[in-house]
T-cell receptor
Framework: AQSVTQPDIHITVSEGASLELRCNYSYGATPYLFWYVQSPGQGLQLLLKYFSGDTLVQGIKGFEAEFKRSQSSFNLRKPSVHWSDAAEYFCAVRPGGYNKLIFGAGTRLAVHP | NAGVMQNPRHLVRRRGQEARLRCSPMKGHSHVYWYRQLPEEGLKFMVYLQKENIIDESGMPKERFSAEFPKEGPSILRIQQVVRGDSAAYFC?????????????FGPGTRLTVT
């Protein structure tokens, strides 16, 4: 069965520090991959997505993610975190041929001033 | 262009009552998805609908839950005889077509509390 693992439940970084959020997926072929951000009490906003092609994907708000087929990973990165980035981040996969998204459990990011 | 609309934003029901959650997709979108987020968990797929058709309901509980997306009006997620375990945030998403290349746009969610 397809699954998504986000190993880090909580991460705390200082403002201005770099960030990497991990995501691993389990699926036989290359799925479509997504990162969403959820602010408290809000819906989900798409940060970036990977379908094919260049394995380094640029998204909104200065985020990027790299798809590594050999590691079944799609880690999210940001070189310098802002206090407004504090939120919960969800990695999701969309197996080919299906329309549903399969989400990881999320990583809650806290940013210290 | 308004985004995905969900109402109510917050809903409180006593055990045994019915809950009706509404979702209006983005303009031009004919595909609707419902997800449930339990406390401290990620979102779990429930059902995928097109106008007047249920395409995939593999994530729907077998009892008490139903969904529809009529030709006119919003999509409705209906939970009959709610229990405490139904307390969760329910998110609706929409997309313009079935093609997996189209991203899903999410609404703000309905937070259901069962007392």
């Amino acid at each position: 069965a397809q699954s998504v693992t986000q190993p880090d439940i909580h991460i705390t970084v200082s403002e201005g520090a770099s960030l990497e959020l991990r995501c691993n997926y389990s699926y036989g072929a290359t799925p479509y991959l997504f990162w969403y951000v959820q602010s408290p009490g809000q819906g989900l906003q798409l940060l970036l997505k990977y379908f094919s092609g260049d394995t380094l994907v640029q998204g909104i708000k200065g985020f990027e993610a790299e798809f590594k087929r050999s590691q079944s990973s799609f880690n999210l990165r940001k070189p310098s975190v802002h206090w407004s980035d504090a939120a919960e981040y969800f990695c999701a996969v969309r197996p080919g041929g299906y329309n549903k998204l399969i989400f990881g459990a999320g990583t809650r990011l806290a940013v210290h001033p | 262009n308004a985004g995905v609309m969900q109402n109510p934003r917050h809903l409180v029901r006593r055990r045994g009552q019915e809950a009706r959650l509404r979702c209006s997709p983005m303009k031009g979108h004919s595909h609707v998805y419902w997800y449930r987020q339990l406390p401290e968990e990620g979102l779990k797929f429930m059902v995928y609908l097109q106008k007047e058709n249920i395409i995939d309901e593999s994530g729907m509980p077998k009892e008490r839950f139903s969904a529809e997306f009529p030709k006119e009006g919003p999509s409705i997620l209906r939970i009959q005889q709610v229990v405490r375990g139904d307390s969760a945030a329910y998110f609706c998403a929409s997309s313009p077509a079935r093609d997996s290349a189209y991203e899903q746009y999410f609404g703000p969610g309905t937070r259901l509390t069962v007392t």
